[in-house]
């Protein structure tokens, strides 16, 4: 079992020697559920990207926003957890973060209602 604390020191001094200030290490694996905890320096970015069909984005130190288009806009803070939009959107840190995303692939997703 990781120790994410120790983990995240890790990552985030490898992210602030990254020429894109960011460092990642895949920590569960287990058929189609991953998790990954995910180091961004202050103001490193994710460019825009497609969600899979479930994810989510918990912050475990610093602060980020992800970006849906001009006017959709989403900070996530330290100890905070979001449920990750399945539009296209791109991730902005704000201060040095460390990032737990969880994703689901293989599935499709169901219309709500």
Known sequence: ????????????TAARTDPHGRSAQLVVHDGEL?????????GA???????????SLQALSGRVRV?????VQQEVAAGELWELTHERHSVLALE????LLTTVTGVTTRPHG
């Open 1 to 12: 079992m990781p120790d994410l604390t120790a983990l995240a020191a890790d990552l985030l």
């Open 45 to 55: 970015r994710l460019g825009e990207h497609s969600s899979p069909p479930a994810a």
């Open 96 to 99: 040095d973060s460390v990032l």
């Open 67 to 71: 970006e849906v288009d001009d006017e």
């Open 34 to 42: 991953r998790q990954t905890v995910l180091a961004l320096v202050a």
